[in-house]
């Protein structure tokens, strides 16, 4: 995906220099087809090039025509002027007027799911409407006399531009602070929650293109200052007239990301493939996940929504990969054995304590042969210990403790050196569990299924891996290389260990992703301009088709499995080298206002149908959508005729098209663009409030 990425980051950088931001934004707030001035509608109609009359086969028709004999030619011309000449006298018989207004005959038949129409043949002088006009069976008794009112929904106040329903500052205060609970999930009951737009802040303007969003971003988007100050040393950003500047820096790695990775490159392999996937663990403004994607390593960055204000949303401002999240009491959302490398640089989790569960977590998301990084505190302690203002005792009793839990998960340290100590996870436990026989701290778990993680407690005990036959074995199976791990089987699937999914089923289910995304592109023409959209949302992922069918564009994919989904396949998404988490669709994301360019949605309110209401997963769509930001969903069409209802009501522009497959499919497309608008100006606000 990011291979030659370098390289075009100079280019672009020197092109759109944000020095000079006009070029950059006027074609980035545009919308723009293949002229960058024309704005993208979702009410244009896809063009399909296999239109089975077109000028080549119309030239190949006449050519043909040309070859009859002449005696064809003659009764063909006979019986059209006689047709002609019937058709004159039928309208010039007694009793009949005669007009020039041209009219339309038009055929109606009786339809279970079009209102009021009966077999009939009308004339009328209207122009012809080409427009679908898909009905749902519910909404029939609307349409006579007494209809109800359409529901709207008016903006937010200015005050909700930042709102996060599930990490509410407010409410977190409700729950202990013990463990850090009160900054899990905590989410508003129904009658809590929002039926409003969220707005964008005043002056918001579109970020920055991919790559120089990772170095610079609006003021106006993120109007946060304080982490320039409180991190003016440290080098992880700056604020410059209208926007920040990020220099790529870190509290442990003050010469900037790059660098500091180089370091890491030394001590173990970064290039040949086998690192894919990583996590970091309080991640700041996620420099590191940032600078690793010129490596082909995707990483999803987490940190906590507390008194550093808006560090998640600054990664994802720059077009990072991140997610509020905390090590709490709760697992993470991820499934077991899904990333091959986990970093904390000065993350300031405690994971020495509470009998080692947090670092027992990390375990459980590392993949067999995984690596875990850790700079700052305690590391080198020797010689931090008066600049972390805490005594050598104490830095070198915690660096001890450690040690000691990363050794009872059977972890091997490959290095400390300078400001970075490693360790590598075993590739199978078969040593470990021999081992246990003398000790048994932590226990393995009893049988559980290790990639359960909504709302599930951690345990201090050990994720058991997958069977082996042998030492050299890798638990779970072996992965291949990136990029062919994207294409390859992944192992959950060969190994029969997702129900109903087959190798045969997974290669189809590509190719389906494959043709399916390039209809979009033809419906959607700036899907297919790079750099117009960044960070996307795939709602309902199943296997991550959507994501692999866009791998080579520069953009990422949050894939989400929904927690009500019938199979889990979140573990086979990391496998294929890409990211995710899970979710409840009945709740809000764990992420801030205005996280997305465009979202993808296969049959998602079918899935959550009698569930949750549509109105709150749309209006939960609408927040973490940027103004401009686009939707595609696909579902049953009379599931998208409500959703076009309510996406009126959100004052998006959208239209519902045909199946890549042709008008007779009943699943159908709904394309829609959310519109562009900001809260008032302070002053306007405070004249209202004044009067």
């Not at 004159?88 to 005669?98: A, F, K, L």
């Not at 992880?236 to 003050?254: A, L, Y």
């Not at 559980?448 to 042998?470: I, N």
């Not at 019938?566 to 709740?587: D, K, M, P, V």
Request: hydrophobic share 35%; with cysteine.
């Amino acid at each position: 995906m990011y291979i030659k990425e370098k390289e075009v980051y100079k280019k672009v950088k020197e092109k759109n220099h944000p020095k000079n931001p006009s070029s950059d934004l006027s074609s980035f707030i545009t919308m723009g087809g293949s002229d960058p001035d024309s704005p993208y509608h979702p009410t244009s109609k896809p063009s399909r090039d296999d239109s089975p009359f077109t000028v080549t086969s119309a030239a190949k028709l006449v050519a043909s025509w040309k070859k009859n004999n002449m005696y064809s030619f003659a009764l063909v011309t006979f019986l059209c002027s006689f047709c002609y000449l019937l058709g004159v006298w039928q309208h010039t018989t007694p009793g009949s007027s005669t007009t020039t207004t041209t009219t339309t005959t038009t055929t109606m038949v009786a339809s279970t799911t079009c209102p009021n129409i009966s077999m009939a043949t009308t004339t009328s002088t209207s122009p012809l409407d080409f427009s679908t006009h898909h009905t749902a069976d519910e909404e029939l008794a609307t349409t006579s006399e007494g209809a109800q009112a359409v529901k709207t929904y008016p903006p937010c106040e200015a005050k909700h531009s930042e709102y996060t329903p599930c990490e509410d500052a407010v409410r977190s205060l409700k729950f202990k602070r013990d463990r850090l609970i009160y900054r899990e999930r905590h989410c508003p009951s129904k009658k809590e929650l929002l039926k409003c737009r969220v707005p964008a802040p005043y002056g918001y303007k579109n970020p920055f293109k991919w790559p120089v969003s990772r170095d610079y971003a609006w003021f106006n988007n993120v109007p946060h200052r304080e982490l320039t100050v409180e991190k003016a040393v440290q080098n992880w950003i700056r604020f410059e007239g209208d926007r920040f500047r990020f220099p790529g820096g870190g509290t442990m790695f003050p010469n900037g990301a790059d660098a500091y990775i180089d370091d890491i490159g030394k001590l173990i392999d970064l290039k040949d493939g086998s690192i894919r996937t990583a996590i970091d663990t309080g991640c700041g403004v996620a420099s590191w996940g940032a600078y690793l994607l010129s490596r082909n390593i995707l990483t999803i960055s987490f940190a906590p929504r507390d008194t550093h204000e808006a560090q998640v949303q600054f990664a994802l401002e720059r077009g990072v990969p991140a997610l509020i999240g905390v090590l709490a009491s709760k697992r993470l959302p991820y499934p077991s054995r899904a990333v091959d490398m986990a970093h904390c640089s000065r993350c300031l989790i405690p994971w020495a304590e509470h009998d080692g569960v947090y670092l027992i977590e990390v375990d459980r998301i590392l993949r067999p042969g995984g690596y875990w990084i850790l700079s700052g505190p305690p590391i080198r302690w020797q010689k931090y210990w008066q600049g972390w203002d805490r005594s050598k005792e104490d830095l070198n009793a915690e660096q001890t403790m450690i040690e000691k839990v990363a050794s009872s998960l059977c972890w091997k340290k490959l290095v400390e050196k300078d400001d970075i100590a490693i360790w590598q996870k075993p590739i199978n436990h078969m040593n470990c569990k021999l081992n246990r026989k003398f000790s048994q701290n932590p226990p393995f778990c009893p049988a559980q299924d290790p990639d359960q993680a909504w709302y599930t407690k951690m345990e201090t005990c050990l994720t058991s891996l997958p069977e082996v036959s042998s030492n050299q074995e890798v638990a779970g199976g072996e992965l291949a290389k990136w990029p062919k791990r994207l294409n390859a089987v992944p192992p959950r699937i060969s190994r029969g260990t997702i129900q109903g999914v087959t190798a045969e089923k997974f290669k189809q289910d590509s190719e389906l992703w494959k043709r399916r995304v390039s209809y979009y592109k033809t419906t959607n023409n700036q899907l297919g301009q790079p750099g117009r959209y960044r960070n996307l949302l795939d709602m309902n992922a199943n296997l991550g088709g959507f994501a692999a069918a866009l791998v080579d564009d520069p953009l990422w994919v949050m894939n989400i499995v929904p927690v009500e989904a019938e199979i889990n396949t979140l573990g086979a998404i990391y496998e294929r080298g890409l990211i995710g988490t899970y979710q409840s669709w009945c709740e809000a994301m764990s992420t801030y206002p205005r996280t997305y360019d465009l979202i993808h949605a296969d049959s998602i309110f079918t899935l959550y149908q009698d569930r949750c209401e549509m109105e709150d997963i749309l209006l939960e769509i609408d927040r973490i959508l940027r103004p401009a930001g686009s939707m595609i969903f696909r579902d049953d069409v009379d599931v998208l005729v409500k959703v076009k209802k309510i996406a009126d009501a959100l004052k998006w522009d959208s239209q519902i098209v045909d199946h890549e497959d042709g008008p007779l499919e009943r699943e159908k497309l709904l394309f829609a663009v959310k519109l562009y608008w900001t809260a008032p100006s302070p002053n306007n606000q405070q004249d209202n409030s004044a009067s």
